[in-house]
């Protein structure tokens, strides 16, 4: 009977004591890519734009601040649940140019700017749904002739490097034949500063963006945005391709986002109150945002 009556506890020891060797290891051992980075390091590395107005800027410190930055530090908590420690947030500045190699090669974990998912990207990267949906515009001194992207030809028109715009605005001008000047530059605010002085007619870029470049402006009364949408541009937040961990936690803090209302609240912030500069760009959501987050907040069963 001693026997027997002593099984059962030993093998219960056996098993506690079993589950004790694995409890930590086994939570370090199987995590991969960016969350075992994350874990070992301690740290998260994020891409930031530098003047994309209202999603990733500078502001007068010199501090990355936006409706982007904000979102990304949501999705930062979300993976320091899942690594269980806490990280420390790298700052690494991107262009349009550069933010795509960024991310593919390690440089960056997660790129918060304003970035257009399309077929062409997610061949190199991945992206989080969509945040925001936009489209190309063009922006021109008030009393330009230019209304439409036909007015645009034999015209010098910025655009910045590395954009869904700069594309845009090629096929326009080979497939209409308007003989467009394209100017190509680093980044938005060189891109703007062109048309100010004079040294291009126009600036095409995703229309949310020339608003905020306006309401960040001085002489904001002097600018105008026109024309119809030249494209649809869904934005994301970029992060490694094949990252299959990575992918689930942002997935479902996007879902969480959106069933809470942070994503909406966000948007309020960002787009339609105060800018920390004193403007508001004063942009309500679109229908069609507004679709996709009520549909990203449904929980798949």
């Known amino acids: 009977m001693k026997r027997i009556g002593t099984l059962p506890s030993a093998f219960a020891a056996l098993l506690a004591a079993f589950a004790c060797v694995l409890a930590v290891p086994a939570q370090a051992q199987e995590l991969t890519g960016t969350l075992a980075k994350a874990r070992q390091t301690g740290a998260i590395t994020i891409g930031y734009r530098e003047s994309s107005v209202p999603f990733s800027y500078l502001n007068a410190r010199k501090e990355p601040i936006g409706y982007s930055i904000e979102l990304c530090r949501s999705l930062v908590s979300s993976i320091e649940d899942a690594v269980n420690r806490s990280l420390t947030i790298k700052w690494v500045p991107v262009t349009s140019d550069s933010r795509i190699d960024a991310v593919a090669s390690g440089k960056v974990d997660l790129e918060c700017g304003s970035t257009t998912n399309n077929l062409e990207r997610q061949k190199r990267v ?176």
């Open 126 to 301: 991945a992206f989080s749904p969509t945040m925001f949906v936009s489209g190309t515009k063009v922006l021109v001194k008030k009393g330009s002739p230019i209304k439409s992207f036909r007015d645009l030809a034999g015209k010098k028109v910025a655009v910045t490097a590395g954009t869904t715009n700069e594309k845009t605005l090629r096929e326009l001008s080979e497939k209409f034949k308007l003989g467009i000047n394209l100017v190509v530059t680093p980044d938005h605010a060189e891109s703007f500063g062109l048309v100010k002085s004079g040294q291009a007619d126009a600036f095409a870029t995703d229309d949310v963006l020339l608003y905020g470049l306006i309401a960040q402006d001085a002489a904001k009364a002097n600018y105008e945005v026109v024309g119809d949408f030249l494209s649809y541009d869904p934005y994301g937040i970029m992060y490694r391709k094949g990252d299959a961990q990575l992918n689930k936690v942002v997935v479902d803090a996007f879902q969480v986002l959106a069933e809470d209302g942070e994503i909406e609240r966000q948007y309020k912030r960002w787009f339609l109150r105060k800018l920390p500069t004193g403007e508001s760009i004063n942009l309500p959501m679109s229908a069609q945002l507004d679709t996709i987050i009520q549909t990203m907040s449904v929980k798949a069963e």
